[in-house]
Nanobody
Framework: EVQLVESGGGLVQAGGSLRLSCAASGFTFDDYAIGWFRQAPGKEREEVSCISESDGLTYYADSVKGRFTMSSDNAKNTVYLQMNSLKPEDTAVYYC????????????????WGQGTQVTVSS
């Protein structure tokens, strides 16, 4: 059974940092793309970052470039999202998702989803 479990969300003041983790089981990262998405109330789910194991590249949304860093530890089957210089507009539920194949910024192309973790940034 494939599972993705996020952790690390919480409440932080603007300018602060959080590190999200996503532990995967039931598959290995080798041929998968793992993405971090977020969804704020009343807004569509958007991709924040993605590691594409098939081409070895990492992608970031323009809104988080220079502030967020995604990394993976394949030995632990875990990906991380280090979020620095957080802004109130980063407030959302953050999800990790996996798909077999290369990077995609379309949420519907991801087969596996975690339950989400809330990130709240106060001003």
């Amino acid at each position: 059974e494939v599972q993705l479990v996020e952790s690390g969300g919480g409440l932080v003041q603007a300018g602060g940092s959080l590190r999200l983790s996503c532990a995967a089981s039931g598959f290995t990262f080798d041929d998968y793309a793992i993405g971090w998405f977020r969804q704020a109330p009343g807004k569509e789910r958007e991709e924040v970052s993605c590691i594409s194991e098939s081409d070895g590249l990492t992608y970031y949304a323009d809104s988080v470039k220079g502030r967020f860093t995604m990394s993976s530890d394949n030995a632990k089957n875990t990906v991380y999202l280090q979020m620095n210089s957080l802004k109130p507009e980063d407030t959302a539920v953050y999800y990790c998702a996996g798909r077999e194949g290369p990077y995609s910024d379309y949420a519907w192309r991801y087969e596996y989803w975690g339950q989400g973790t809330q990130v709240t940034v106060s001003s």
